[in-house]
């Protein structure tokens, strides 16, 4: 008797320990580990910083989670940045339009009517005078058609929707004569997908741009290269470069720029940079920008095509029976398991609309 007395009381003894070393090692350390991950919730991220105790694994967790709040804060304070220095360049681009269109487009059509009107009063009496204020107006109103046009042109270009890349970036060289610019394109050029074409054309855009009012450059060289699986833009420079020697890579997993080339690109003002990084992140893409003071600065994109849009033999348009050359096509439809090739995206959006009526013409 006196022996299973001691052996209940030796299990209740070792059951006893068990439970202490249970709740001290591993229930309060997963305790504290879960009220300190419901501080975390709520937005503290120094909650982790201590340790809980207990077992090893325990601390791997914590240390685990702390490094991912950790990612997380830094996410969150990138994306801060860069959505209030796009505000921000948003917000200066709506004063330059705000400024050209008031000092130039509102001043002119004020000096027409103020013409037309000092034409009338003098219709009668003097009819030189109020001629020669009526050819004054009519030159006064085509500067003013001209100035909206390039307005137009900066906001959305007619030649890239209608002639395409390579068309669009010459006619963006021939309107900046005060800085040689040239343009060269290899490969076989085609008509490419339009968000593509749009993220490519806005890049040297803004490139050529930041090159005039930044860098002071004189001489700046646009190459295209058409991939057969992608596009390439390099804009180089012979400006004044960047304040601070800069070298910032994009990757295609379309990772955003670090915080501190944030901090570089917003405080030189280079606001449509973070919108071009943007752009070619969410097509995929790959950005790099280098810089150096005195010497220039060159840009590099590459856009990969997002499927295989090309032909790999000679093709015929079903729209406009033009034949397509491998690696010519501007895009392809998928229709009912067969995939139709187009030289334009007029014609690839007149076969979207109504594919039948396409094919039966070219059956």
């Known amino acids: 008797m006196n022996s299973l007395i001691v052996i209940l009381l030796t299990a209740f003894l070792i059951s006893l320990v068990f ?26 991220f120094a909650a982790l910083d201590q340790s809980c105790g207990g077992l090893s694994e325990i601390d791997t967790l914590r240390r685990s989670m702390l490094a991912m709040a950790g990612h997380l804060q830094r996410e969150q304070s990138q ?18 339009l705000a400024h050209e269109l008031h000092d130039d487009t509102v001043q002119v059509l004020i000096a027409i009517g103020q013409s037309i009107d000092l034409a009338r009063n003098f219709q009668e009496r003097d009819p030189a005078r109020a001629k020669e204020l009526l050819t004054s107006a009519r030159q006064q109103s085509t500067e003013a058609v ?54 490519l054309f806005r890049s040297a855009q803004e490139a050529l741009s ?9 001489e700046v060289q646009i190459q295209v290269a058409y991939q057969p699986d992608g596009m390439s833009l390099t804009v180089r420079d012979n400006g004044n470069g960047i304040r ?24 030189d003002g280079h606001y449509g940079l973070l919108g071009i990084q943007e752009r070619v992140s969410q097509l995929n893409g790959t950005l790099k920008l280098t810089s150096t003071p005195s010497v220039g600065t060159t840009l590099d994109v590459y856009i990969p095509f997002a499927t295989n849009d090309q032909p790999s033999n000679t093709v015929r348009d079903p729209v ?11 895009g392809s439809v998928v229709y009912k398991g067969e995939t139709y090739y187009f030289c334009c995206p007029v014609c690839r959006g007149a076969f979207q609309r109504d594919p039948e009526a396409y094919l039966a013409v070219s059956g």
């Not at 042109?153 to 060289?173: C, H, K, Q, S, V």
């Open 320 to 330: 406009c029976s033009a034949f397509i050359q491998p690696e010519q096509a501007y």
């Open 210 to 218: 930041n090159a005039k009012r930044h860098g002071k450059a004189t």
């Open 19 to 44: 439970n202490a070393v249970l709740f001290l090692r591993v229930l309060r350390p997963l305790h504290q580990l879960s009220a300190k991950a419901a501080r975390l919730a709520e937005g503290d």
């Open 79 to 96: 994306s801060s940045a860069y959505a209030g220095a796009l505000t921000r360049g948003q917000e200066s681009e709506r004063r330059r």
């Open 244 to 267: 601070q020697p800069l070298s910032i890579s994009v990757t295609e997993r379309g990772e955003h720029l670090s915080r501190e080339a944030l901090d570089k690109l917003a405080a």
């Open 146 to 199: 001209n100035g909206l046009r390039n307005l137009i042109a900066d906001l959305r270009p007619p030649a890239l929707e209608e002639l395409g890349l390579t068309a669009a970036l010459e006619t963006l060289a021939e309107r900046s004569p005060d800085v040689h610019v040239s343009v060269t394109a290899s490969g076989r050029k085609r008509r490419l997908d339009e968000a593509l074409e749009l993220v």
